[in-house]
């Protein structure tokens, strides 16, 4: 199965933060991560957009230019998906993805700054320390165990 069809599960948060279940790791620090980024999988993904979703409505300028790159993106690739002719050269889908890519991270990245990069640095960080310093439950391992098998 691929890795980015797998659904997001999003688990009780009363069962996500139960302080009980945290502890230093030993050796099976990659054991706990990769069952509980699997386990976990949709809250981690709410913790990241929720941190983001911060960010964004506190710099108004980042949110500027989002809504700005997102009607601009709209407009290239959903209300005139073709491809253009500049001065004799024909501009494709794929080239016109790729210069809105880059001018979309040059233009977020001038007006953030390095913000969004550390907030997304810190929700990344938050991410890691609770799946490696969580207990795994019977619950998640037998999940990650079906996991492993469907995979197979």
Not at 37 to 60: E, K, Q
Not at 93 to 103: A, E, G, S
Not at 104 to 120: D, I, M
Request: proline content about 2%.
């Amino acid at each position: 199965m691929d890795q980015f069809s797998k659904k997001l599960n999003v688990r009780p948060w009363g069962d996500f933060a139960e302080l009980d279940r945290f502890s230093i790791p030993d050796a099976q620090v990659k054991e706990r991560c990769e069952t509980n980024l699997d386990y976990y999988s949709g809250n981690y993904a709410i913790i990241v957009g929720v941190v983001l979703l911060l960010t964004l409505f506190t710099n108004y300028s980042l949110l500027f230019a989002v809504v700005v790159l997102a009607g601009v993106g709209f407009f290239l690739f959903v209300q005139q998906p073709r491809s253009y002719t500049v001065g004799g050269v024909v501009v494709t889908k794929t080239i016109q993805l790729v210069v809105y890519t880059l001018i979309t991270v040059y233009w977020v990245y001038k007006v953030s700054g390095l913000t969004l990069f550390y907030t997304t640095l810190v929700a990344l960080l938050t991410v890691l320390a609770h799946s490696a310093t969580r207990k795994r439950s019977v619950k998640s391992k037998v999940n990650k165990a079906l996991n492993d098998l469907s995979d197979n």
